[in-house]
C-alpha cells in the first residue's frame, strides 16, 4: 500500500513537471506586452472594489480609489508570494536526497512563484508612475535608502548624483560620447600635424641634399615618416541595470516622514468618518 502510495505521489509530481515544462509564461511576452495602465479607467471589477456604493464619491474620486484598492492588491498578493516561495523550499527538503521527481516540481513550483513576485513588483511600479504623490509610499522608500530610477527625489550624494538612474545613464554616455569625439579630433590634428611636420622635414632633406651634392655640406640623414598612435577607443556604453528591484521610481519632493503620515491618517479617518455616516443613513432610512 505504501509503495503504490509513493508512486501515485511521484506520478503527480511528475505530471506537474510536464505541465510546466509544456507552459512556461514570460511577464514581458504574455502579460504586459508592451502594455501600460489607463487611469483614465478603475484598476478592480466594482463587484471586487463596491465603490459604487459609496454615493458620497464622485464618479473621478470612485475611480482613484478603485486604483489605490489595485495598487494595494498587487502590494498584498507581492507580500503572500514571498511567503509561498519561502514555504515551498522548507517543504523541499524532505526531498532533497531523495524523490528527485518531487524535488524537480517543487523547484519548479518555486521558480513559478518568484515570477509571480517580480509581476506584482512590476505591476506595483507602473501603476507609481501614474498615482498621486501621497500613495507613492514615499516615505517607506525613503527609509529603504534606494536610488530613483526617475529624477524626481534622487539622492544628490548618492551614485546617480541626484540625476536618478535614466538620466544618470543618459549624460554619462553623453559624457563618453563627447570624450571620444574630442579623443579622435586630437588622434587627427595629431595625425595632421605630423604628416605637415614630416613634409617640412622632407623639404629640408632635399635642399640638404641638394646643397650636399654640390658640395656645400654633408649628406642628410633621410627623415623617418611619422607612425600613427593607437587609435582612440570609445568607452562601452552605459546601460541599466536589468535588475531595477534596488531602486525605486521617485521620491517625490513633497513627500516627509511628518506630513505622509498627517495625510494618510486624515484621509483615513476621513474616510473612515465617511464610511460610518453613510451606514448610519442607511439604517435611519
Known amino acids: 500500500m505504501q509503495a503504490t502510495a509513493d508512486r501515485v505521489e ?11 515544462k509544456r507552459i512556461r509564461w514570460d511577464i514581458d511576452r504574455d502579460v504586459i506586452r508592451g502594455r501600460k495602465f489607463d487611469f483614465s479607467r478603475k484598476f478592480l471589477p466594482e463587484g471586487l472594489s463596491l465603490v459604487n456604493q459609496l454615493e458620497f464619491l ?6 482613484l480609489l478603485s486604483q489605490v484598492q489595485g495598487r494595494t492588491y498587487a502590494n498584498m498578493f507581492g507580500l503572500a508570494e514571498r511567503f509561498i516561495g ?16 518531487a524535488l524537480e516540481a517543487l523547484v519548479r513550483f518555486t521558480d513559478e512563484e518568484l515570477k509571480h513576485q517580480e ?8 501603476i507609481g508612475v501614474g498615482m498621486p504623490a501621497t500613495w507613492a509610499f514615499d516615505e517607506l522608500k525613503r527609509l529603504s535608502k534606494l536610488d ?18 535614466k538620466k544618470f545613464v543618459e549624460a554619462e554616455n553623453d559624457k563618453n560620447i563627447a570624450q571620444a569625439k574630442t579623443d579622435i579630433t586630437n588622434y587627427k590634428q595629431e595625425a595632421e600635424d605630423n604628416s605637415e611636420q614630416f613634409r617640412k ?3 629640408k632633406f632635399q635642399e640638404d641634399s641638394e646643397a650636399a651634392m654640390r658640395g ?23 546601460k541599466q541595470p536589468p535588475d531595477l528591484s534596488s531602486y525605486v521610481y521617485l521620491l517625490h519632493p513633497w513627500g516627509g516622514r511628518l506630513l505622509d503620515a498627517l495625510i ?18 442607511q439604517d435611519i432610512g
Request: charged share 35%; glycine share 10%; net charge negative.
Open 10 to 20: 511521484t506520478n503527480r509530481y511528475a505530471k506537474c513537471i510536464e505541465v510546466s
Open 58 to 63: 464622485t464618479e473621478r474620486e470612485r475611480r
Open 86 to 101: 519561502a514555504k515551498i523550499l522548507e517543504v523541499s527538503r524532505d526531498h532533497w536526497l531523495g524523490d528527485q521527481t
Open 119 to 126: 509581476l506584482f513588483r512590476r505591476i506595483e511600479t507602473m
Open 148 to 165: 530613483t530610477i526617475s529624477e524626481e527625489g534622487s539622492d544628490p550624494e548618492g551614485p546617480n548624483r541626484g540625476m536618478g538612474l
Open 201 to 203: 622635414d622632407m623639404d
Open 216 to 238: 656645400q655640406g654633408e649628406k642628410p640623414d633621410k627623415p623617418e615618416p611619422p607612425k600613427l598612435g593607437d587609435a582612440p577607443q570609445p568607452k562601452d556604453a552605459v
Open 264 to 281: 494618510l491618517l486624515g484621509m483615513f479617518f476621513g474616510l473612515l468618518g465617511a464610511t460610518r455616516f453613510a451606514l448610519r443613513s
